[in-house]
């Protein structure tokens, strides 16, 4: 299992969350990031928050990625990433699919979770996230450029909504 783990560039648990049968994007990641010699985990679709996480620690992911296609699912995903920061985890969420956005995620979900919360706008974007997450020289800086951009987008989003009323 040892030389199994050193022959993968990491382990990506990917899932669409419960409530969302749509799954085409998710497929297309965990292809992308497998020609990338990454570990997919792929735990299909419909798949509970309780399931998500056990699997992520039975599995030792190294990153968790949520998919949604329907707006219920961005819901879901917060549930995921407060219960992820409830049991103290500490692995980096991915988020992505259709009804997504990099101003939702940082404001509904990356408030949820102190650990990297990124929001990837498609698959062949995802290589290039992944790959920052889990190179230690350069995770940090990553995640601090995206939370800086997420707490200057979640501000102007406040700001906003002040002005309007």
């Given amino acids: 299992e040892l030389q ?11 899932a669409t969350v419960k409530g969302d049968v749509h799954d085409i994007g998710k497929n297309i990641v965990g292809v992308v990031l497998g020609c990338n010699n990454y570990k997919i985990i ?8 309780e399931k998500i996480l056990q699997a992520a620690v039975a599995e030792g992911a190294d990153i968790v990625g ?7 699912s961005l819901e879901e995903m917060a549930h995921v990433a407060s219960e992820m920061e ?3 985890m500490k692995l980096p969420l991915l988020i992505g699919g259709a009804t997504t956005s990099k101003i ?11 650990q990297p919360t990124i929001h990837v706008l498609d698959a062949s974007r995802s290589v290039t996230v992944v790959a920052s997450l889990l190179d230690r020289n350069v995770k940090q800086d990553f ?9 200057e987008m979640r501000d102007e989003h406040f700001r ?3 002005d309007r009323k």
């Fill in 4 to 14: 199994e783990q050193q022959q993968h560039a990491g382990i990506v648990l990917l």
């Fill in 42 to 49: 792929d735990l299909g679709v419909m798949v509970s928050c």
């Fill in 66 to 72: 949520l998919s949604g296609l329907i707006t219920p």
């Fill in 86 to 88: 409830r049991l103290g």
């Fill in 104 to 114: 939702h995620t940082a404001v509904k979900i990356t408030p949820h979770y102190s």
């Fill in 143 to 151: 995640a601090d450029d995206v939370a800086a951009q997420y707490q």
């Fill in 160 to 162: 906003t909504l002040t």
